[in-house]
């Protein structure tokens, strides 16, 4: 059952990694990949909010592993990043590894703080 809970939240969760990915890329112009890193801090975010709430496992099947798992996406900010170096944007790639790890980090700590906040 815990395998259809995945499926489950990924078959929401990669639709909308492209539909949030396509939406960003079309009204920020430039060499940085801010959908890639806007879904892939979200989803840190989701991921730090649901261990917080300590659900159970069915919800953290869907959510947690399903959903947050297609959501996010490290292949293609590995692949992002690399085509950033291979274009010679050093600069640009030094910024989206770095600044992807720091707004993981830091997104993935604020959902698991808001989760606790919150009173239940």
Known sequence: MTVLWVAIGAAVGAPLRYLVDRAVRGRLR???????????????????????????????????????????????????????????????????LVGSVVAGLSAVTAGYLVGLALPW
Request: glycine share 14%; with cysteine; proline share 3%.
């Open 30 to 96: 430039g060499g940085f990949p801010w959908g890639t890193f806007t879904v892939n801090v979200v989803a840190s975010f989701v991921l730090g909010l649901v261990t917080a709430l300590a659900v159970d496992p069915a919800q953290a099947a869907v959510l947690g592993v399903g959903f947050c798992g297609a959501l996010s996406t490290y292949s293609t900010f590995g692949y992002e990043t690399f085509a950033l170096l291979e274009g010679r944007a050093v600069g640009t790639a030094v910024a989206n």
